[in-house]
């Protein structure tokens, strides 16, 4: 295999980049200072993000479950494999479970990550990283969402990984190149369903190239790879099945291609507007660079393999974009900024590739990147300071304020996962409707409420008997200030509603009802607590008094 694999001794993708002329060495420094500018974000973020929100906590109370058998049993009430909540409960067990030490750990894979960034352009011939750093590794929201305690960090930096090792095995393929691909194709999956879409991208890519060069050993090794990480999702079909059963029908709507490409601009704009252009401009300067070494090689009939380093990551990013968005279009279900970090990483790395090399392209590079930088900068860092939750600071509040016979409810019914883990009041609380295993999102739950009768009775109880008494209620998390002219019926068990199994819209039927409840009683409802600067967007949350 090592003969009939083995690399052509002219191919210009070299492992060790080139020597450093001068320009070299301003690319060098500049992605040096680029990087310590990550760095520095990365620590605003440990020093600023504070306590953990309801997907983060959910993350931890799955970890730390009696057992791994519980932890597997529960995967179907989770949208990712075990094997990142593995590596959380191996950090748990060390004693480091506070929340800041849980933000250490995130920290660490955010490192790693941009020290894959600077390994793979490193070890596909570019001297430094500049477009990916500047689009990707710059990005507040990635960074971010990479530090959180969550997989999506440990599900980029594998398929990063996963790519650089298939590159190596197109480039010269031997048993350790190949056993090293398939373990980061493998764990790549492990940590993210979703990489498995873009881990084919990859593949697709890599299998065109030696196909047409006939190299079969390889042909058939990079589909073992594939196979090899393909099966083993097998055994989480189940929970997948099981998630979509639960999860993603309450939350299926019309999602076409545009509201796609909207959510994708609102990722990459997180730090300023208008950034989209900068990653059009590169993939418009890859493409006419490929095309133009195209027409180049065969004007001078030169053998294909010589192009194979931008053949491989130019089809990467074709193969990744296509698969990827046909996958969200197929699946029907509105996404979230944290689902493209993968698919980000992968292109950005590409684009860093294929923008690289004549002094034209090398000094456009430099300029765009420091223009890029500059303009963001203070956007960037304002926006690393936010902590991801006020939960915590609410809870607080009741714990100190509440009353044993005092009443809080929480709207809706998912922050109470955060909730539940800073508050240590004495009152009683209830979500909308009245979830009762809140240490995981149990959209199942939800679900049997929806196609429940009076699934608020409950809560309308607890209020009448609270206020009845002198006693308040507080409300939590989001909720009509408006006057409710008029009662609200409650929407029929689903699916026999006109909305089916949308939970958004029998959230809002329900909190409807209960502001009505509480308005026709003649109730005071005050703000004790609202929405403050300094936190994220997801979860900063309101808190009110009824007197």
Known sequence: MKKSSSYPTNDPAKSNPPKAGFLSQVEFFTAILLTALIVVLHFTVLGNAGALWRDETNSVNLAAKPSIAEIWQNLEYDSSPIF??????????????????????????????????????????????????????????????????????????????????????????????????????????????????????????????????????????????????????????????????????????????????????????????????????????????????????????????????????????????????????????????????????VIALCLDVLVSGTRLVTSLRILLVLMAAVITFNATMRSCQLAYTNIDVVAATLSDSSQGDDFIILNPWYIGISFLRYYHGSAPFMTIPNIEDLSIHRYDLVKSKMAGTAPLEPIFKKISTALSAGHTVWLVGYYPTATIPYEIEPLPPAPNSPYGWSADRYQANWVLQVMYYLQRKGHTITIAHGPTDGFGPYENVFLFKVN
């Open 84 to 345: 990142a909540s593995l590596v959380l409960r191996t950090w748990m067990s060390l004693g480091l479970e506070s929340d800041f030490r849980l933000r250490i750990l995130g920290f660490f894979i955010g490192l790693l990550v941009l020290a894959a960034i600077w390994f793979t352009v490193r070890q596909a011939g570019v001297r430094a990283p500049l477009v990916s750093l500047i689009l990707f590794a710059f990005n507040p929201l990635v960074i971010r969402y990479v530090d959180s305690i969550r997989p999506h960090g440990l599900g980029t930096l594998f398929i990063i990984l996963a790519l650089i090792a298939i590159r190596q095995v197109v480039r010269h393929a031997s048993f350790f190149s190949i056993t090293l691909a398939g373990i980061a194709a493998v764990l790549s999956v492990q940590t993210l369903y979703h990489n498995l879409i873009i881990l084919t991208g990859i593949i697709c890519a890599a299998i065109i190239i030696v196909a047409i060069e006939r190299r079969w050993r390889t042909f058939i090794a990079l589909s073992i790879v594939q196979l090899v990480a393909t099966l083993s999702i097998l055994p989480y079909i189940y929970f997948i099945n099981q998630n979509t059963l639960n999860f993603e029908l309450l939350s299926r709507s019309a999602v076409d291609l545009s509201v796609i490409f909207t959510r994708i601009a609102q990722t990459i704009n997180s730090s300023a507007g208008g950034f989209q252009y900068l990653w059009i401009l590169f993939l418009l300067l890859a493409t006419g660079i490929v095309v133009n070494e195209f027409q180049a090689s065969i004007r001078a009939k030169r053998a294909i393999e010589n192009d194979r380093n931008n053949n491989f990551f130019f089809l990467v990013t074709i193969f990744s974009i296509v698969l990827f968005l046909g996958f969200l279009r197929i699946l029907g279900v509105q996404t979230q900024p944290w689902y493209y970090l993968p698919l980000f990483a």
